[in-house]
Every structure is written in C-alpha cells, then in structure tokens.
C-alpha cells in the first residue's frame, strides 16, 4: 500500500460544490463561521480585503479528510504603527485558540480558519471568494506525477524525529525547533515546487496522520512543565 495517494477526481467535492459553483448553503455557512471568527479576533475597523476557501477542498485533489482551509484576508501593514512586532504572533495565536475551541464541519470537513496577510505569498491552484462568489483562481483538473518513495522516506524521518523529541521527554525548546523546522521545510518546498511539492505533500501526511496535531500537544505540555514547580 502507498504511503501517500494524492487525489486524483474527476469533480470537486460534490457536498460543497454544484460542479464549480459553491452551494448556496455551504456559502452561507462558511460566511457565518467567518463573521464569528472576526468577532472572536476582536481587533477595532480592522478591514478585510476578502475572505476564501483555498486547499484541497477548492480543487480536485479532495479527500474525504479534507479540511476546508478558510482565510481571512488583511492587509497587515494596517497595524505596523501600532503593534507591528506582534502582529503575526497575535494572529496565529487567535487562530490556534479558535481551531481548538471550534470543531466547526461542514458535511463532515473540519472548518479551519487563518488570517492571511494580503502581501504574503500564497501558493495555491484553487481559491474561491466568499465574498465575492467567484473563482480567484480556478482549479485546472491535471495529472501529476508524484514519487512515493521520496515522500515515504521524508515521512519517516519525520515520524522518527517526532517520536524522539517525545519519547525522550525532549524540552520545549526542542520540540519548537522541531515544529519550525517542519514549517520551514513546507515553505521551502511550496516556493520552488508549489503545492504539489514533496515537502508540501510530506507535511500534509504528517498532519493527515496526526503527527502536527502530537507535535503541538507535546509542546504545549512541555512548556506547561517548565511553568510548574513540583
């Protein structure tokens, strides 16, 4: 059995999708979870240039696991003069306490949300408007050629590196090393390669598997440790 099998379909994912209109209801939906989460993030006019779906979910290679990847997107630079070292930290640090409040689905897809900066470069084959019901960019459906033996191989070395941290009661420090070093491996990869890299594909297994979801646990409950005095 393969490691990883990218998905391949024919459609994009009929409960979400009435060929390549978005349903009415999913829309909706979507729209509401995006007002509660701007709500949630409580910054004063912050201005949203427009929210999408992007990800697997606004293509062909769907999954039944799928998240929906929700971004709200904002022009950072509006809060430079006021808090620009902590821009990012704050935003990332809403969207994790949100995601883990928040297990909102929609026909069975996990809603995650994410504040994206409009200057930042994405990287994606497939983004859809909610706010404008209309395709930014259209999904082409494709072929592509993907090597399971280097992706079985980064994924293992992965697994092994995360298991070792855990398994050896590593300390905070090295367990945020470890988290970046994923980050920035992804990055890297959907730079030169796009979303279809094996770095990007690597990190979607490792979160698919749950592997992302032990790593922040673990570092979570590590930096709790340092906090406590036995």
């Known amino acids: ?99 883990e409040r928040h297990k909102a689905k929609i026909y069975g897809h996990v809603v995650e949300v994410y504040v994206q900066d409009s200057h930042e470069k994405h990287v994606a084959s497939g983004v859809y408007s909610i706010l404008n019901n209309k ?20 994924v293992k070395q992965m697994i092994d590196e995360i298991n070792d941290v855990i398994e050896t009661k590593g300390s905070y420090d090295a367990a945020d090393e470890l988290w970046e070093k994923i980050r920035k491996f992804r990055r890297a990869g959907l730079s030169h390669g796009g979303e279809y890299s094996t770095e990007n594909l690597v990190f979607k297994k490792l979160r698919q598997a749950g592997y992302l979801d032990k790593l922040s646990q673990y570092k979570r409950d590590a930096k709790t440790e340092e906090l406590t005095l036995k």
Not at 45 to 53: A, G, Q, R, T
Not at 65 to 91: E, G, N, P, R
Not at 135 to 153: F, G, L, R, S, Y
Request: charge should be negative; hydrophobic fraction near 40%; proline fraction near 3%.
């Open 1 to 99: 059995m393969k490691l990883f099998e990218l998905a391949q379909n024919k459609t994009l994912n009929p409960k979400l999708w009435d060929g390549i209109k978005l349903k009415t209801s999913v829309q909706d939906k979507l729209s509401e979870i995006a007002d509660e989460f701007i709500e949630f993030i409580d910054v004063p006019n912050m201005e949203i240039e427009d929210i999408v779906i992007t990800g697997s979910n606004a293509n062909y290679n769907w999954t039944q696991a799928s998240d929906i990847d929700l971004h709200i997107i904002v022009d950072l630079k509006q809060f430079a003069k006021v808090c620009s070292d902590f821009t990012d930290d704050f935003f990332a640090d809403k969207k994790a306490l949100w995601n």
């Open 135 to 154: 395709w930014v960019v259209k999904p082409q459906e494709k072929k592509v050629n993907i090597d399971d033996t280097d992706i079985e191989a980064k």
